[in-house]
């Protein structure tokens, strides 16, 4: 018997990708404030914002390509858009993010803000992003077998 790879479950493999790094990313941070890993380990802020950008990257990509799109999923979208798509929904939230993490150490803490975090969490979101979209594109090209 063989086994047929049908469109949908593109959309499927998709989702639960997206699901298991949300769930990976909460456990982390659960585990990291419990045990203060953010602050014991310099490291562990650089994997999350790999991982959140990641997710945001991939979460956008499937609410384009995969759960609004009227187009058929047999048609591969130009890389160059799905990359684009991908570095700036990365960028819009974790500029967001960090805009309040400013705004935190500016008005809240009073702590003297650091950018060179900033541009590190901000290259981290790229990276992640960078690797979201080479997913995509693993998940999207599988051939349909008929």
Do not use: C
């Not at 659960?30 to 790999?50: G, K, L, Q």
């Not at 609004?68 to 990359?83: G, I, Q, R």
Request: proline share 1%.
């Amino acid at each position: 018997m063989f086994f047929l790879y049908t469109k949908d479950m593109q959309r499927k493999i998709y989702l639960v990708f997206l699901l298991f790094i949300i769930s990976v990313i909460a456990v982390l941070n659960f585990y990291a404030y419990r045990f203060h890993w953010y602050w014991e380990f310099w490291w562990f802020d650089i994997i999350m914002h790999t991982l959140g950008g990641i997710w945001v990257a991939s979460s956008v990509l499937w609410l384009r390509y995969f759960r609004f799109s009227s187009a058929k999923l047999s048609v591969v979208p130009k890389k160059s858009s799905v990359f684009l798509i991908a570095i700036f929904s990365v960028y819009l939230v974790g500029g967001g993010w960090e805009l309040f993490e400013f705004s935190m150490d500016k008005f809240i803490t009073f702590a003297l803000h650091d950018s060179w975090n900033t541009v590190s969490d901000l290259f981290f979101d790229g990276i992640g992003s960078f690797l979201a979209a080479s997913f995509f594109f693993l998940v999207y090209n599988k051939k349909i077998k008929q």
